[in-house]
């Protein structure tokens, strides 16, 4: 009797122990497609500093290209723009493994009073389910934006936020001393089928 029940208890054991083969399987298939995607993160490692630029369109929303895809520093340059506020800004990223990284971001600004402020966030850029994402969470708020990874170090972020309404949409480029983004946001009353009234642009340099 108490060979069987050793028996019993040994295999009921080895049971709970042993992978289930359709998880093993899913495990497999998760690691498989996120594989392309394998330490994207990496160049963003460590400090960057410098200022955050945010410009108004001094002609509002007019007719024209909607929501552009295709954006530069040279298209920024074009427009009839006005700096509207700067943010001193601070990130710092390390990456967890292959497929996380976390972060933190500093910023530093000045209100209509004159008052300095300093907001600290937390991040993480995160690629799950062959998906690229990035959750910043604020002082008041979480802001999470999906992305695409275009190669040679270059991001491209997204939101779609109906109430209140958040349309952003900007690209990211680092290399071994800049981190480089320019963008565009719809806001407010703003209208997504006109140009847009919002737009940003910053390059940090690498000091750590």
Known sequence: MRTI???????????CN?????????????ESVN????NIFKPLDGTWEGKFYIYED??????????PKEISYELLQSLPLKLKSVIEAKHIYKSENSYLQNGKIIDTYVDTGGKKHEAI???INKIENGKISCVVNKPKETVIHQGEYL????????RNVKNPKRIEYFRETVDSLHY???????????DPNLTS???FYADYLKTD
Not at 9 to 15: D, H, K, M
Not at 35 to 38: E, G
């Open 5 to 15: 029940l050793f028996l019993i208890v040994t295999f009921l054991i080895a049971g």
């Open 18 to 30: 042993s992978q289930d083969p359709k998880q093993e399987n899913e495990t497999g298939k998760q």
């Open 35 to 38: 594989s392309k995607y394998a």
């Open 58 to 67: 001094t002609l509002g929303q007019k007719e024209g290209t909607a929501q």
């Open 121 to 123: 966030s937390t991040a």
């Open 151 to 158: 190669g040679s170090n270059t991001f491209v972020w997204h």
């Open 180 to 190: 480089k983004i320019i963008g565009w946001g719809y806001y407010g009353n703003d």
């Open 197 to 199: 009234r919002t737009w």
